[in-house]
Each structure stands twice: as structure tokens, then as C-alpha cells.
């Protein structure tokens, strides 16, 4: 069995399995066996939510923010942009 190791998420992300990318529980779960995944609320200027954002630490400390649109794509969060990494129709 090839072994993953999770350094930082965002040079990482498209590298990692297939296998553990869908549904989204899978993959955080899969990632908090690499790192800590914590989950915050994200609301636009007038306070309607969005779904929720989260947080990923690896073991070495290097930090990610992203979410998952309500379609099911998985966006890296960055400075003033979201990009789109993968959605349930790349399997």
C-alpha cells in the first residue's frame, strides 16, 4: 500500500486518492488522521450563510482554509479568491 504522506494541503491537494476525495465526510476524515481540521461559519455582508468553511493544519504546520460549494466542489480558500480543485464529477 502506497502511503500519503500530508505535508501542505495546497501544493498537495490534487495529489491526493481518489478514494478518500468523496463524499466529504470521507475526506476530512482522512485528513484529520493527517493533520487537525477545525470548521468555522462563513456569511457574506448581509449575514446570509454560506456553507460552512474549514481549517487544516498539518502535522508540520502548514495552514488551508476551503470549503465545499453546495455542488459538491471542493475550493481552496486564498487571500481574496476561492479555486476550484475538484467536484464530485471529476471521479
Same mark, same amino acid.
Given at each position: 500500500?502506497?502511503?500519503? !504522506?500530508?505535508?501542505?494541503? !495546497? +501544493?498537495?491537494?490534487?495529489?491526493?486518492?481518489? +478514494? !478518500? %476525495?468523496?463524499?466529504?465526510?470521507?475526506?476530512?476524515?482522512?485528513?484529520?488522521?493527517?493533520?487537525?481540521?477545525?470548521?468555522?461559519?462563513?456569511?457574506?455582508?448581509?449575514g446570509v450563510p454560506?456553507?460552512?468553511?474549514? %481549517?487544516?493544519? +498539518?502535522?508540520?504546520? &502548514?495552514e488551508a482554509t476551503?470549503?465545499?460549494?453546495?455542488?459538491? %466542489?471542493?475550493? &481552496?480558500?486564498?487571500?481574496? +479568491?476561492? %479555486?476550484?480543485?475538484?467536484?464530485?464529477?471529476?471521479?
Open positions: 500500500m502506497h502511503i500519503f !504522506v500530508l505535508i501542505d494541503l !495546497v +501544493s498537495q491537494i490534487e495529489f491526493i486518492p481518489q +478514494s !478518500v %476525495r468523496t463524499p466529504q465526510e470521507t475526506f476530512l476524515a482522512w485528513l484529520g488522521h493527517h493533520g487537525e481540521v477545525s470548521q468555522f461559519e462563513i456569511s457574506d455582508r448581509a454560506y456553507p460552512p468553511g474549514y %481549517r487544516f493544519r +498539518s502535522r508540520w504546520g &502548514l476551503f470549503t465545499f460549494s453546495e455542488d459538491g %466542489r471542493l475550493l &481552496l480558500i486564498g487571500d481574496h +479568491s476561492a %479555486r476550484e480543485v475538484w467536484s464530485h464529477h471529476d471521479e
